[in-house]
């Protein structure tokens, strides 16, 4: 799919007489860069603020067994905590599964849209080809006679 996205871009590209066609021939890959962006930052994010978590939590579990005198109590803390870190990494995961399948679906979208732009615009092309063409041989036919 990416290589007919791209074949169509190179056609496309050597087609170009101006800025508004090349802006609107980058307008998909600008927006897949954008959603690209958006998407990696919101992952650098999600895992700060999980690393962030799980630090100062360490740190708070390390001062509680510190203080701990018996070994049950210990122990106790212990699971609730890594029961607790679990939640958390299984949250963190789940939320960044959700981000990468929207970024998926978006991509797919993009692609999809973009596919049918250029079809519509490969057929309009040849469509004035086809007409020129026919104005062309019609012109050499009566200039023949």
Do not use: H
């Amino acid at each position: 799919m990416f290589t007919q996205l791209t074949e169509q871009f190179t056609t496309a590209m050597k087609s170009l007489n101006n800025t508004d066609q090349f802006t609107a021939a980058m307008k998909p890959f600008n927006t897949l860069v954008e959603l690209n962006t958006k998407t990696v930052e919101q992952l650098i994010n999600q895992q700060s603020a999980l690393m962030t978590t799980i630090l100062n939590d360490s740190a708070a579990q390390t001062k509680a067994l510190s203080a701990q005198k018996d070994l049950a109590a210990a122990i106790e803390s212990q699971k609730a905590y890594t029961e607790a870190l679990q939640a958390k990494v299984t949250a963190s995961a789940k939320e960044t599964y959700d981000v990468v399948t929207k970024t998926s679906e978006e991509v797919t979208n993009l692609i999809k849209d973009s596919m049918a732009n250029a079809t519509s615009v490969a057929k309009d092309s040849m469509a004035k080809a086809t007409s020129t063409a026919k104005e062309t041989m019609a012109k050499a036919t009566t200039a023949a006679k």
